[in-house]
């Protein structure tokens, strides 16, 4: 029973209300489950920080945590009616996306992961992103301490998008909350989000 409990909590769906609380699944998760709520959002789920606080010396999956990673993966697959379906493994640190920091590229996000070993293996790397000097180093140019660097994992269906786009509510160039800026190009949105590219931009009024 209580292994059985360990994979629950180790494991949070998008759809789950559980997933709203930022301290279990990090702050880009917890939006989209909060969003998933009210809108149709591909499926996915979360593995949480406390897995993350599980983790062994090297920063790597214990075995329980495998176990609890794959049985996510393969009801994902099921959910998905694919054996094994493409998966995008994205960083959701509970302090990002915040009043104080954003840590937008910062953390590592992985696209086109197919099968439970890339999964695992994608997932340490997330993990390790969050030691990296550049973080590092962007945590303390915030204040921010150690203390909320734990890290979820969100492992979502990957959407093969020929275009993406980034929406921000406020322009974030001018501080103006009566502006929309859209920035998009071809390919998948986080070669926006990486700054990889340079994106082609639109600012909207919002009346």
Not at 121 to 150: F, I, K, M, N, P
Request: hydrophobic letters at 40%; proline letters at 3%.
């Amino acid at each position: 029973m209580q292994a059985a409990h360990r994979q629950l909590t180790d494991i949070i769906w998008l759809d789950d209300a559980t997933g709203h609380d930022v301290l279990l699944t990090g702050a880009k998760a917890t939006y989209l489950s909060r969003l998933s709520s009210i809108h149709r959002i591909p499926s996915g789920f979360s593995l949480t920080a406390a897995a993350f606080r599980r983790a062994d010396d090297r920063g790597c999956l214990t075995p329980s945590l495998r176990e609890s990673l794959a049985s996510g993966y393969l009801e994902l697959a099921n959910r998905l009616g694919v054996s094994e379906p493409s998966v995008a493994v994205r960083s959701s640190a509970i302090d990002e996306d915040g009043p104080l920091a954003s840590f937008a590229g910062q953390h590592d996000t992985y696209l086109n992961i197919v099968g439970v070993e890339a999964v695992v293996s994608a997932v340490e790397r997330c993990w390790a992103s969050s030691r990296t000097e550049q973080v590092l180093a962007y945590r303390r140019q915030h204040g921010l301490s150690h203390d909320g660097d734990c890290v979820s994992v969100l492992v979502q269906q990957l959407v093969p998008a020929d275009v993406s786009a980034v929406m921000f509510s406020a322009n974030p160039v001018t501080g103006s909350t009566a502006e929309i800026l859209v920035t998009a190009s071809w390919g998948l949105g986080e070669s926006i989000v990486g700054g990889t590219v340079t994106p082609d931009s639109w600012t909207v009024q919002k009346n």
